[in-house]
């Protein structure tokens, strides 16, 4: 019940295409769903975040939908580019867990010239 | 932009040693993590650390490993006997507000041979 599962696994996208990652959870205690992007060596970085009392966020090219009666959610990113190309992580957590944060796992996104 | 600081990068360690993980969190964050992440698969949570003692800490985190903040600076993830099966990227985080905020350090890859 407490995982997140994410699809795809791995996405190929032209440059100014949009890419669509989709997440999925179980919990109904969880209240904080943030997006991470992580280059190769480096640490996954937030980039997005969304609390379920909304249906969209949108920073930028970044965009989170939420689905809570679904338990889905998803990052589209518009007009893709090729700096874009990294790995990326839906994730969850709520009240009374510690703070911890419960990893998808895992798109490796691939923006194509 | 205040960053979490993961010494050192890289480390390789012969099976049954003591190895000593660092991390200076930003300065006025109160709560703190490790996670790690196997080559190619989810990050996932170690533990969690606030007020000086463990909040919550998985599966993964068992007598092996400990945690400690020796000053009002450092943080550190102790495993007492490594073993092959602990070769991971080990990430430290640290948060201001709970769950909002996280920043994750750079990691440290750990080799154990």
């Known amino acids: 019940q407490q995982q997140v599962k994410q699809s795809p696994q791995s996405l190929i996208v032209q440059k100014g295409g949009i890419s669509i990652i989709n997440c999925a959870y179980e919990?109904?205690?969880?209240?904080?769903f943030p997006w991470y992007q992580q280059f190769p060596g480096k640490g996954p970085a937030l980039l997005i975040a969304?609390?379920?009392?909304?249906s969209e966020k949108k920073e930028g090219r970044f965009t989170i939908s939420f689905n809570k009666s679904a338990k889905q959610f998803s990052l589209h990113i518009m007009d893709s580019q090729p700096g874009d190309s990294a790995t990326y992580f839906c994730a969850a957590t709520g009240t009374g867990g510690g703070n911890k944060l419960t990893f998808g796992t895992g798109t490796q996104l691939k923006v194509e010239l | 932009e205040p960053e979490v600081t993961q010494t050192p990068s890289h480390q390789v360690t012969q099976m049954g040693q003591e190895v000593i993980l660092r991390c200076v969190p930003i300065s006025n964050h109160l709560y703190f993590y490790w996670y790690r992440q196997i080559l190619g698969q989810k990050v996932e949570f170690l533990v969690s650390?606030?007020?000086?003692?463990?909040?919550?800490k998985s599966e993964i985190f068992d007598d092996q490993f400990s945690v400690e903040r020796p000053d009002g600076s450092n943080f550190t993830l102790k495993i007492r006997s490594t073993k092959l099966e602990d070769s991971a990227m080990y990430f430290c985080?640290?948060?201001?507000?709970?769950?909002?905020?996280?920043?994750f350090g750079s990691g440290t890859r750990l080799t154990v041979v």
């Open positions: 919990n109904t205690a969880f209240d904080y």
């Open positions: 985080a640290s948060s201001d507000q709970g769950y909002y905020g996280y920043t």
């Open positions: 969304i609390r379920p009392d909304v």
């Open positions: 650390f606030y007020n000086n003692e463990i909040s919550e």
